[in-house]
């Protein structure tokens, strides 16, 4: 008898179908790799973000914070200066008593009195 071929031998068809699983196996490794690398990214870009907006946050208190500064410095300098100024204003009203009773002429008085003013 002679022996016709009827189709792929047993060996054939368990290759074929071996080799359809490993290119099936190679396709959803490739597919799960580039899902889970796409995870990581996107997890990454959250932390980024995330960190960005504690930054954001830092900087606004920290600008809070030195203009409260500022602003606290700005009120005290401002203070002496006008404790500065009744002061002045004080020792300028004694020269006058003292140039009303004698005591200085007019020329001392303006001397004096710009030198208390600083001009």
Not at 69 to 76: G, R, V
């Amino acid at each position: 008898m002679r022996r016709g071929r009827r189709g792929p031998s047993l060996v054939t068809t368990a290759l074929v179908v071996g080799g359809t699983t490993a290119v099936v196996t190679s396709s959803t490794q490739k597919k799960a790799a580039q899902q889970q690398q796409a995870a990581q990214q996107a997890a990454a870009q959250q932390q980024q973000m995330a960190d960005l907006q504690t930054q954001q946050a830092e900087l606004a208190a920290q600008q809070q914070a030195l203009a409260a500064q500022q602003a606290e410095a700005q009120q005290a300098a401002a203070a002496p200066a006008q404790d500065s100024l009744d002061a002045q204003l004080v020792q300028i009203q004694k020269l006058s008593v003292m140039k009303d009773q004698g005591l200085l002429t007019e020329e001392e008085f303006q001397a004096k009195k710009k030198q208390i003013l600083g001009l």
